[in-house]
């Protein structure tokens, strides 16, 4: 529950109200009431206040998850695809963007000013196999830059993942992690 609460919003809420107790009980002259309002209340707002500017809200699901695709998330999803959807689907605080770290080492996000920008998410099946899509506005970065880089996505996701990339609209990315499927080996 906690990663999906904002923790500047609750820092501003539990700070306002302790603050607004403190002005109440220092009009009123109750200096314990006082004293805990101000020396607790008045941080909590400066801390709720720094961590609402540096927030950064979670990524949607552009479509509910269907109960068959959770049970094959369950049964098939990597570390690494279940890492990436829970990080992007909490706040987070100081970046500038969901994945900017891996989209700069992957070579997609030359500056902030044309860095794709993750704007949705959703899960499925493809062939049997669960798949991760990450949505990306990519209006300054081209296709065929990220069809370039389809290799090296696929290996700093992996392993156990196959990437495949489409383009639903001119400025729009979507990356699909999909669960490669394990070699059996024969005896």
Known sequence: MLPRTSLGTLGLGVGGVLTIIG????????????????????PLLLGGLALKASELKPVPLSEPTPPAVLALRQQQATSTQNQIREDVMRYRYGQEAHLDSSLESLGLSPTDEERPMLTSLRETEVDGAYALILEFESPLIS??????????IEKFFGPGIQVDLTQPEESLVEVALITAAKETSSV
Not at 143 to 152: D, G
Request: hydrophobic fraction near 45%.
């Open 143 to 152: 296709f065929e830059t990220w069809q370039e880089k389809r290799e090296k």
């Open 23 to 42: 002005f109440v009980a220092y009009a009123t002259a109750n200096a314990t009431l006082n004293l805990a309002g101000f020396f607790y209340g008045i």
